[in-house]
């Protein structure tokens, strides 16, 4: 079956930085976008970063462009979203989604 696995959470200081990891299975990753999203306490799920099958073309939120990086490696159907200088801000439960599936999230809390 499907699975999307988000990996790399935890607790960082501001202006620090984490790598999250998406480990996906079931599908062909390489013909699927993915797109990483992050749900804060009380908030929707906003998408912040799309990247392409083949990763030549990636889109960010205003809100993390400059910040953070989505990559994805196809030979092992593995996209990582690399956040660097975070804010308190960016603390929310991260989430991947691909091919119209999403893994169960990962937190990531941002604080002093």
């Known amino acids: 079956q499907v699975q999307l696995v988000e990996s790399g959470g935890g607790l960082a200081q501001p202006g620090g930085s984490l790598r999250l990891s998406c480990a996906a299975s079931?599908?062909?990753?390489?013909?699927?976008?993915i797109t990483w999203y992050r749900q804060a306490t009380g908030k929707g799920r906003e998408p912040i970063a799309v990247?392409?099958?083949?990763?030549?073309?990636?889109t960010y939120a205003d809100s993390v462009k400059g910040r953070f990086t989505i990559s994805r490696d196809n030979r092992e159907n593995t996209a990582y979203l690399q956040m660097n200088s975070l804010k308190p801000e960016d603390t929310a439960v991260y989430y991947c989604?691909?091919?119209?599936?999403w893994g169960q999230g990962t937190q990531v809390t941002v604080s002093s």
């Open positions: 989604g691909g091919a119209g599936y």
């Open positions: 079931g599908f062909t990753f390489s013909e699927s976008a």
């Open positions: 990247i392409s099958t083949t990763g030549s073309t990636t």
